[in-house]
């Protein structure tokens, strides 16, 4: 999968962008400030729907612009795709092959991508929502039964700790609907669940021997899914788990009235990693946390490609200055001659690598974009 052009119009800081994309590694240079994290993350956008950066969407138009649009040509081994991404203040289109898609959960998956930024070496060390948010984007983008269980569930937990909040308010006494909505609930909590066990047991696979090849063998990584829906462990079918979960929703059902918000689910599910047995976020090193957070983003392109045939187009922004030279050779080399790379940098001084050979350099000022 490669991305041989993109136009942007309106789009943050840019008012015209017209960019033909080299099919390897495509450097963009500038000071801070300047847009080359915008132009990232349109191409971020243009794959997912949303950015990275924000939930408002308005922030993404230019100022004193009505719109702003992304266009992407894709080049596949079986041909090509173009795909387009309409921004208005009023909300999003978003057309594959020139034909307007019904529902965005249409769209996502046409384009893949894995984006590495600074903020995600808190993937090991942030909050438990980084890490669900990573889950779902990547989980999102290969499956589309994923993405709409996931937002059938988003859109019942919203219900239910609405009715749980009046519930509280004793603004209602009837919970004939709660029991209505746990049924609903259950049956997306559980098949959410399971999928993220899957996705971070297939990752764990192809984590661990990367993770062991940066340290030498010095260092093993294990990955640990922990939902806050505790399944049992004994196998079960899926009607089985659905009974269990709202046997457990049943049962809590009074405290969860006392707080007016769900206290289990999915959106409180979380993700451990272990080097040499020992928990990384509590107990490892800066440097072990920034393996571990390499490891799963190279892990992340190997099984986006088992995934889907194709490999995901990997976005830098502004991560090799913050790995040091054997990290950052041991990421260049495993991407060299396979994924097409977007960098944004300040400076190409101190990136010594035969990568770098083959590398269309960009030069970006105050929204301008020179070869």
């Known amino acids: 999968m490669k991305l041989t052009t993109l136009q942007l119009e309106n789009y943050r800081n840019y008012a015209q962008v017209d960019l033909a994309c080299h099919p390897e ?11 080359k994290t915008n132009l990232l993350e ?13 939930t408002n ?8 612009a009505e719109y702003a649009k992304i266009e992407g040509e894709l080049s596949f081994r079986h041909g090509h795709m173009p795909l387009t991404m309409f921004i208005t203040k009023k909300g999003k289109k978003a057309k594959v092959n020139h034909l307007e898609q019904s529902r965005l959960t249409q769209y996502i998956g046409h384009l893949n991508v ?12 942030g909050a438990p929502q980084v890490r669900r948010r990573f889950i779902d984007m990547e989980l999102g983008q290969i499956s589309s039964l994923y993405l709409n269980d996931l937002s059938q569930y988003q859109r019942i937990l919203k219900q239910r700790n ?8 004793k603004q209602q006494k009837d919970t004939t609907m709660l029991e209505v909505l746990n049924q609903q609930f259950a049956t997306y909590a559980v098949k959410v669940t399971l999928r993220r066990q899957q996705f971070i047991a297939e990752l764990e696979t192809l984590a661990a021997p990367i993770h062991s090849g940066i340290t030498n063998g010095k260092e093993r990584l294990t990955l640990q899914y922990m939902p806050s829906i505790k399944l049992q462990d004994t196998p079960q079918d899926e009607e089985g788990l659905i009974n269990d979960v709202f046997e457990s929703l049943q049962a809590s059902l009074k405290k969860e009235i006392e707080r007016g918000v769900s206290m289990q689910g999915p959106h409180r599910d979380d ?9 990384a976020q509590t107990f490892g090193s800066q440097g072990q946390q920034r393996t571990t957070a390499l490891s799963i983003k190279l892990a992340e392109i190997e099984l986006m490609h088992q995934e889907v045939g194709e490999y995901p187009i990997l976005l830098l922004d502004d991560v090799l200055s913050e790995l040091d030279d054997s990290r950052q050779t ?4 495993t991407i060299q001659h396979k994924v097409q790379t977007f ?27 020179k070869k």
């Open 42 to 54: 349109s191409i971020y956008t243009l794959a997912l729907a949303k950015s990275h950066r924000t």
């Open 330 to 333: 041991h990421l260049l080399s």
């Open 114 to 125: 894995v984006l590495f930024a600074p903020e995600d070496l808190n993937i090991v060390k």
């Open 25 to 35: 590694v495509n450097i963009l240079i500038g000071e801070n400030a300047q847009g």
């Open 162 to 169: 609405h009715y749980l909040k009046q519930l509280q308010l």
């Open 271 to 279: 993700l451990g990693f272990q080097v040499n047995e020992m928990d």
């Open 57 to 64: 969407d308005r922030e993404l138009i230019r100022f004193d």
């Open 343 to 369: 960098v944004t940098t300040t400076s190409v001084d101190g990136i010594d690598h035969e990568i770098m050979k083959d590398a269309k350099i960009y030069r970006i000022a105050e929204g301008n974009i």
